[in-house]
């Protein structure tokens, strides 16, 4: 058991580099070198990758669909990094190295979300489950590390709560989102 506290804890932290970090500093370099498809992709990106910051409210808060919404993050964040063509395109074309940084950055992300999905795709059912065993509580210890750092005077139920009404409030930005990209639809700006 202690070697999956280990690795959860190691996945966490490659979760916040590349998942927090990293698109942060590309965002603020592609703002500062004017790059537009750039800005419109990682601004796609950080609403879906919302779902991530909402899983760990859920998981603070114990509420095993935490564990479903972790999956399904890391199967949406990719396809949000490789669905829109036409800014693919224009950042391969581009001769910035912002452009380059990023397409190195969706690889790793991709690979790191694939490694995601073989390693806690496992605890799934964790989702389904009246009571967590060991090994899904686990899962709970780095959020509830986070709440210790940021949030240490409010209960975790009440985080929990957050994370609930984070989630209705993704799910309906989601259906809005879908709506939008129908096919006859008026796309306008999407990001």
Request: overall charge positive.
């Amino acid at each position: 058991m202690s070697w999956l506290v280990k690795a959860i804890w190691v996945d966490y932290s490659l979760a916040v580099a590349l998942t927090v970090l990293l698109p942060l500093a590309l965002l603020i370099w592609a703002f500062a070198v004017g790059l537009r498809p750039l800005i419109q992709l990682l601004i796609v990106y950080w609403r879906v990758s919302s779902l991530l910051a909402v899983t760990v409210y859920l998981m603070i808060g114990g509420l095993p669909i935490s564990f479903l919404s972790g999956a399904m993050a890391r199967l949406l964040i990719p396809v949000c990094l490789w669905f829109w063509q036409d800014w693919s395109t224009a950042l391969r074309q581009s001769r910035s190295w912002a452009a380059r940084a990023f397409l190195l950055w969706r690889w790793a992300v991709t690979g790191y979300m694939g490694a995601g999905i073989l390693f806690s795709g496992a605890f799934v059912p964790c989702a389904f489950r009246a009571s967590l065993s060991a090994e899904c509580r686990a899962w709970l210890e780095p959020p509830l590390g986070f709440r210790e750092i940021f949030h240490p005077n409010v209960p975790p139920e009440l985080l929990g709560s957050v994370g609930a009404w984070g989630l209705v409030a993704y799910l309906l930005y989601s259906v809005y989102f879908v709506w939008r990209l129908r096919p006859g639809a008026d796309k306008g700006e999407l990001a």
